[in-house]
């Protein structure tokens, strides 16, 4: 039976894996599905951030020789993603940009580890929260402002797909949901909506993020 282990960058990734995520693939028939916060807990100065790449080959492969059957993936944004990643520099729509730096962190990681097959890499094109901006009725809703749906869907109708949204620090998604919604939490209401959802439209909405799901569900027994 599968085992996983998603490498993210912090509280928000770490909650979406173990609240929406794990109850997912578990239906799947997978055996377990964890959060791991990328890099070594003891050197860190700040519970979560990006690493290098460098940092995060070495815990990613590490873990996968100590356990030859697990697969692992990652769930991090590309908007504060080192130079040292291969790939960052891609160039492209946000969907381009996806394949080309999944297609250069598998190859650099394969070619480092001689692992193949089990490092299914994911970068988020933007931030978590873009990903909210599936269902804009239902994540404001699942929020209790439901009021605020329609400013939330004036943001997304300026997007060709939620992953196009800005992701400049001004214009970045959680900055457009700060302003309308008042006192959001990433951790805990980013995940409330997600949950109201679903994968489901997630995936439909957002092309990328779709791939990437759709890549673990073959892995399923």
Known sequence: MTRLLVHVEGQTEETFVNV???????????????ARLLGNARNRSRRGGIKSWDVVYSDVSR?????????????????????????????????EKS???RTALSADFETRSNIVGRFLPFVMMHEFEALL??????????LGFASKAPQLQEIRSQFETPEHINDSPETAPSKRVQAIINNYDKVLFGNIAASEIGLQTICEQCPSFGAWIYSLELLAP
């Open 133 to 142: 901006f599936s269902d804009c009725s239902t994540f404001a809703h699942s």
């Open 63 to 95: 873990h996968l020789k100590e356990d030859t059957e697990c697969f692992a993936t990652t769930m991090v944004d590309y908007y504060a993603l080192p130079n040292t990643w291969p790939g960052r520099n891609s160039v492209g729509n946000p969907s």
């Open 99 to 101: 394949v080309s730096i």
């Open 20 to 34: 929406v995520l794990a109850p997912h693939l578990y239906n799947l028939g997978y055996k377990s599905v964890g």
